[in-house]
């Protein structure tokens, strides 16, 4: 490569540094402009008016719009910059350590850039989102303390007669639930009886059998007596020992 070529490179060079340079720092002042219309965008509504609120909302969202595309169009150009700057490396035979360096620290500049202007642009949309619902929101609240009293004790009577009807509902409910229970408490009465009436057959068809179980509780209420009786004197020794 000549001198002269050499020279033609380095001017080259200057030149787009030069426009790097320029560019970010019209991209840095767009961008403290645009942080601030973030950060004060949310003051600019007022909602006990009817007039005011679609005034700040049209200028507002104007001006959002026009200095994100004035951003968009700064980041592409200085992005396109960037691109022209890695092919003037790729173009240079001998690569020096600067040259590389003052790349690679306007590729990180473009980065942040482009990365803050994103989360800027975001914040923007969400409280956009945010204050369309809470204006609709007031204005529903409006309109409907505007509306006339009959309206107002319209909804009371609909809403009066709403509870009414679940009441009614839930009253219908016990009363179905109370009549399973006493119908299967009739089922259950009536099984026993037939079970009674079985065991009274029974008893009346084999009377050994009924005479054998009269002697069975016989001798368990008498054991139960034994068994209390031992037990009462085992307590009493036992006091008397205690005491004594």
Known sequence: MTKSNMADMGKLWEDLRKQARQLENEIDLKLVSFSKLGT????QRDFDSDTAPLINKSSSEHMFDTMAMEIKQLLS?????????????QTVSMNSPALLH?????RD???DYTHEFQKTEANIAFLREREDLLGSVHRDINSYKN???????????LKENDHIRSSERMIDDQIS???ATKENLQS??????????????LGNR????NSLMQRINIRKRRDSIILGLVIAVCVILLILYAFH
């Open 40 to 43: 004060s965008y949310s003051s």
């Open 77 to 89: 150009k200085l992005t396109a910059v960037n691109d022209r700057m890695v092919e003037y490396t």
């Open 102 to 106: 003052t790349l690679q620290r306007h």
């Open 109 to 111: 500049i473009l980065q």
């Open 147 to 157: 509306s006339s009293g009959l309206n107002r004790r319209t909804d009371l009577y």
């Open 177 to 179: 639930i109370a009549i």
């Open 188 to 201: 259950q009465k009536s099984m026993l009886g037939t079970i009674s009436q079985k065991m009274n057959s």
């Open 206 to 209: 084999f009377p050994l059998i």
